[in-house]
C-alpha cells in the first residue's frame, strides 16, 4: 500500500530550464510534507518542506506547491543545474508528527543535461 | 561537526545468517530512524529509537530489530536472512525527532544476501 506515490521514475531537462517533480499521496492524515535530495553513494539530504496549512514555500530556486484538496505536492527547481541531477524522494509525516518516521515515495531520478 | 556515521559500508552475507549494522548519530542527536531502500520501493521506514527506547515501528517483521544505547549509538539487527533483505540500509538523527525538524542521513550499508 503504496501512501506516497512519485508515478514518473525519472525525468530529464534542459540546463536552466524548470523542472517539475510531482508526488501524489492518499492519507488526508498527513500534515507536513518534505523533499529529498540523494546522490549515489550518498545518504538522502533535505531540501525543503512544507506544512499542511500554507500551499507554498520557498527557498532560493526551489518552490514546493501543495494542493490538499487534489492530495498533490509538486517540486519546481528554476532553473535547473546541471548538478540538481539527482534522485528526488518526497515524504510525508503522518499524525502525530512528533516522531521520526517519515513515510517516502519512489523517488524521481532528474537529469539536467548542459 | 561529524556526520552521521554508519558502519560497515558493504556487507555480503548467505541466506539464513545474521547481521548488524551500526548507526552514530551526530552529536547532541537524540533520536535515530532506520530506513530500507531498494529499487522501485523508496525509502521504508523500519523503526526510530529516542532515549534508548523504540518510539515507532513500521511494518517489517520481527526478524527485523533494532536498539540505542546511552550515548544514542544505534544497532540494527537482521536475524535469519532473505536473499529479500538485500538493500541498502539508511540511518539518520535528528535532535529530538519532531517532524520540522531536519533528518541528517548517513550513507548507507549495502547489505547483499547470496
Known amino acids: 500500500d503504496q501512501q506516497v506515490k512519485q508515478n514518473s521514475p525519472s525525468l530529464s531537462v534542459q540546463e536552466g530550464r524548470i523542472s517539475i517533480l510531482n508526488c501524489d499521496y492518499t492519507n488526508s492524515m498527513f500534515d507536513y510534507f518534505l523533499w529529498y535530495k540523494k546522490y549515489p553513494a550518498e545518504g538522502p539530504t533535505f531540501l525543503i518542506s512544507i506544512s499542511s496549512i500554507k500551499d507554498k514555500n520557498e527557498d532560493g530556486r526551489f518552490t514546493v506547491f501543495l494542493n490538499k484538496s487534489a492530495k498533490h505536492l509538486s517540486l519546481h527547481i528554476v532553473p535547473s543545474q546541471p548538478g540538481d541531477s539527482a534522485v528526488y524522494f518526497c515524504?510525508?509525516?503522518?499524525?502525530?508528527?512528533?516522531?521520526?518516521?517519515?513515510?517516502f515515495g519512489q523517488g524521481t531520478t532528474l537529469q539536467v543535461k548542459p | 561537526k561529524a556526520g552521521v556515521t554508519q558502519t560497515p559500508r558493504y556487507l555480503i552475507k548467505t541466506r539464513g545468517q545474521q547481521v548488524t549494522l551500526s548507526c552514530s548519530p551526530i552529536?547532541?542527536?537524540?533520536?535515530v530512524s532506520w530506513y530500507q531502500q531498494t529499487p522501485g520501493q523508496g525509502l521504508q521506514f523500519l523503526f526510530e529509537y529516542f532515549s534508548e527506547t523504540q518510539r515507532n515501528k513500521g511494518n517489517f517483521p520481527g526478524r527485523f530489530s533494532g536498539r540505542q544505547f546511552s550515548n544514542s549509538r544505534s544497532e540494527m539487527n537482521v536475524s535469519t536472512l532473505e536473499l529479500g533483505d538485500s538493500a541498502l540500509y539508511l540511518c539518520a538523527s535528528s535532535l529530538v525527532g519532531r517532524v520540522n525538524e531536519k533528518l541528517f542521513f548517513g550513507s548507507g550499508t549495502q547489505l547483499s544476501v547470496l
Open positions: 552529536s547532541g542527536h537524540r533520536s
Open positions: 515524504a510525508a509525516s503522518p499524525m502525530p508528527s512528533n516522531t521520526g518516521k517519515l513515510i
